[in-house]
């Protein structure tokens, strides 16, 4: 049981390309979300999925996109890559059961936009 | 949610129990109190998480005061891994996924001395 994988682990972008990080967990688990932590801050959620076909935006979802055709993939697209994006990026997921909504997080992508 | 207050920083001798203090005098009937941490660079990491009873794993202890406004997490044994910063939340009983995703505050930033 891997739990919550990402890749990749460290990327450098050129302003203006475009990336996928990838998210995978394998506890079968409806919830899924996208973080991301500047240096020295908390987490603040970019987008999340209740489920396969459902998602919809967090605090900070602008210049990200996402998908979740399946229950275990969810990745998270960056279309025109900028400065501001350099950042740790944090997938989690959750059983999303009434009195359990422990969410276990991957190691993170670090992005570093140039 | 509930707002949270932890010291900044402690101290902790190798081998000595850690106890991490934390203050949710808002807390509501139906909101849980949550522990994760997060060791430097990598992702956050759930502890325990406690309605009203204390409760036990095998990574912590969490005690909970009988009116909820504070708890206490336990660390029977701490080791130098055990450095990292760790997050008190509060989180209602069933959020229904995640719009607002988990707030991490400022946390409490243990060091373990050898």
């Known amino acids: 049981n891997a739990g919550v994988t990402q890749t990749p682990k460290f990327r450098i972008l050129k302003i203006g390309q475009s990336m996928t990080l990838q998210c995978t967990q394998d506890?079968?688990?409806?919830?899924m979300y996208w973080y991301r932590q500047d240096p020295g801050m908390g987490l603040k959620l970019i987008y999340y999925?209740?489920?396969?076909?459902?998602?919809d935006k967090g605090e900070v979802p602008n210049g990200y996109n996402v998908s979740r055709s399946t229950t275990e993939d969810f990745p998270l697209r960056l279309e025109l890559a900028a400065p501001s994006q350099t950042s740790v990026y944090f997938c989690?997921?959750?059983?999303?059961?009434?009195?359990?909504?422990?969410?276990?997080f991957g190691p993170g992508t670090r992005l570093l936009v140039l | 949610d509930a707002k949270t207050t932890q010291p900044p920083s402690m101290d902790c001798a190798e081998g000595r129990a850690a106890n991490l203090p934390c203050n949710h005098s808002?807390?509501?009937?139906?909101?849980?109190v949550y522990w994760y941490r997060q060791i430097h660079s990598q992702g956050p990491q759930y502890i325990i998480h406690?309605?009203?009873n204390n409760e036990t794993n095998e990574m912590a202890s969490l005690i909970i005061t009988e009116d909820r406004k504070s708890s206490t997490l336990i660390l029977p044994h701490a080791t130098l891994r055990d450095t990292a910063v760790y997050y008190c939340i509060v989180r209602p009983m069933y959020s229904g996924g995640g719009a607002d995703g988990l707030t991490f505050g400022k946390g409490t930033h243990l060091i373990i001395q050898p």
């Open positions: 506890m079968n688990h409806n919830y």
């Open positions: 989690a997921s959750s059983r999303g059961l009434a009195g359990d909504e422990t969410q276990y």
């Open positions: 406690g309605l009203k």
């Open positions: 808002t807390i509501s009937g139906n909101e849980y």
């Open positions: 999925s209740v489920g396969a076909g459902i998602t």
